[in-house]
């Protein structure tokens, strides 16, 4: 049986503060798809890297400095604004049809 070398910082995902400064350089990174960016993003948003004394802020192990949990958000409502546009563009509707509690997608 062959190991797999996972060496974690080598691996964004696993260890994204040795890869990322920024939210912003998240959401630039052209090799993560949205739902990756989301992971890395709402991790760093996360109470659990919260300032004891100072909320608004997020001290992420690994990295150098704190980051603004304002930036953190306003990078998240971004991929939202362009997952919605996308869903706009494709022209698609969840719908609920009379009589049933099923949903369906509809094609406009």
Not at 90 to 105: C, I
């Amino acid at each position: 049986m062959s190991e797999a070398n996972l060496n974690a910082t080598e691996l964004p995902l696993f260890h994204p503060a040795a890869h990322y400064d920024s939210p912003e350089e998240v959401l630039n990174d052209p090799q993560l798809c949205d739902a990756e960016k989301r992971v890395i993003l709402s991790s760093w948003a996360s109470d659990m890297f919260a300032v004891e004394s100072c909320p608004g802020l997020r001290e992420i192990p690994g990295m150098g400095r704190t980051l603004r949990l304002a930036d953190i958000l306003a990078a998240l409502r971004r991929l939202d604004r362009d997952d919605a546009s996308l869903g706009a563009e494709a022209g698609t509707r969840w719908r609920r049809h009379r009589g049933t509690e099923a949903r369906r997608l509809v094609t406009w």
